[in-house]
């Protein structure tokens, strides 16, 4: 009220009827900076403008890094992966030397695929390794953009060894984003893609042994993973599985684990009596069972994908897991053991989760000796018909 009123009663009216007048402006001034373009507020980065797309949804391409001289033994797989997927789409191939591309477009022509069709396309761009689904690119629909998010990445927590290099394989997605002219967002945690499972809508999957991890991220909390997955991603249902497979130094990637087939249904591997992994070992059954319960929790259907044999390589034996697949333009490359029953029974299978595609069954024993395979060795950029378009 002014220092001087003749009539108080009227002025103490006029001047609650300011306050509240004043109040009703910030409210609306502060309610327009937050939807302004240039100032979104978390909650609508949160849930109404980031989404990351399935894998089964359009793509523009995939991606790989060609093994260079510690992993030839890869080199014959990822001939008959190229020829395999340039079939269907176009294929990035990023290439650390001339020597390299020489030796590249010689394995090709050696599987009888021509390393000059129009869909192989070829960059020279620094790596370290042939394994792109960990330190690639993941591609986020972010305001109406397609996106990329650079999470960091150090060789797996260091898993194979204090003397891997792996700095030219974290800044890849700053390669991949100047070559593509796509904004690139820096994200100061380390994770791999491969640990990232969505099915498109409003889901993730990922597994908190390897994002929890204190070789990755030291003090990081479950509780801050579920919200930078819901704040980076845009989905509202973070389901965490547990557990490592015996021998897997990725410590349990969840695309050796579980698998979106469509929105709603997620494939789970199940031990057998004809697998290494036992029913009910307390091992690899329990991280399995787990998984499968969790999800089934969460509430999606989950088909349990039967191991039903074990294959040899390099002095080490292990289990024909079938489900690091990775899903293109009308095709599914499979992991393929050099076991015609299992493999071919496998191919059945997966015909069935992804009807209306081919699947073809790429041998790869080197590649699953080391850790990983066809869907690890790979990394798929949405197409941009997917920013308009989701299931």
């Known amino acids: 009220m002014p220092r001087s009123c003749k009539f108080p009663a009227v002025c103490i009216a006029i001047a609650r009827k300011i306050t509240v007048f004043e109040t009703f402006i910030s409210i609306v001034l502060t ?27 359009p793509q523009e391409a995939i991606w790989i890094q060609w093994p260079g001289r510690y992993e030839k033994v890869y ?11 340039s079939s269907y789409q176009k294929l990035h191939i990023l290439y650390h030397d001339d020597n390299i591309r020489d030796q590249a477009e010689g394995a090709i022509s050696a599987a009888g695929g021509d390393p000059g069709t129009d869909n192989i396309h070829w960059h020279r761009i620094p790596n370290n390794s042939a394994w792109m689904r960990d330190n690639g690119p993941v591609y986020v629909i972010r305001n109406g953009e397609m996106r990329i998010q650079n999470w960091q990445f150090n060789a797996w927590g260091g898993a194979f060894g204090a003397d891997i290099p792996y700095r030219e394989d974290n800044r890849v997605p700053e390669a991949v984003g100047k070559l593509l002219d796509m904004p690139v967002d820096q994200v100061d945690i380390v994770h791999e893609r491969g640990n990232l499972e969505f099915n498109g809508i409003d889901s993730v999957i990922l597994n908190w042994s390897t994002i929890g991890d204190p070789n990755r991220n030291t003090g990081y909390t479950r509780a801050q993973a579920e919200e930078d997955m819901q704040t980076r991603f845009g989905v509202e249902r973070v389901v965490f599985i547990e557990g490592i497979p015996e021998g897997d130094r990725t410590r349990g990637h969840v695309d050796g684990i579980a698998r979106f087939i469509n929105t709603d249904t ?23 069972d787990n998984a499968a319960a969790s999800i089934s929790s969460a509430g999606f259907t989950v088909i349990r994908e039967p191991i039903e044999g074990i294959a040899h390589f390099g002095g080490n034996q292990f289990d024909t897991d079938y489900i690091n697949w990775i899903v293109g333009n009308g095709f599914v490359i499979v992991v393929g053991f050099d076991k015609p029953e299992t493999d071919s029974a ?27 395979g066809a869907h690890c060795h790979t990394n798929d950029q949405p197409a941009d018909s997917t920013i308009n378009n989701h299931p």
Not at 347 to 367: A, K, N, T
């Open 346 to 372: 496998a191919r059945r299978r997966i015909q069935g989760y992804f009807p209306g595609r081919d699947i073809h069954v790429v041998e790869m024993l080197g590649s699953w000796n080391a850790g990983g």
């Open 31 to 57: 309610l327009i900076i937050f939807v302004s373009p240039n100032h979104i507020s978390l909650a609508s980065q949160e849930f109404g403008t980031i989404r990351v797309p399935a894998e089964w949804e």
């Open 75 to 85: 080199e014959t797989a990822f001939a008959r992966m190229s020829i395999v997927i």
């Open 266 to 288: 997620v494939v789970v591997p199940k031990c057998t009596a004809t697998s290494l992994c036992q029913p009910g070992d307390g091992k690899d059954s329990l991280v399995y």
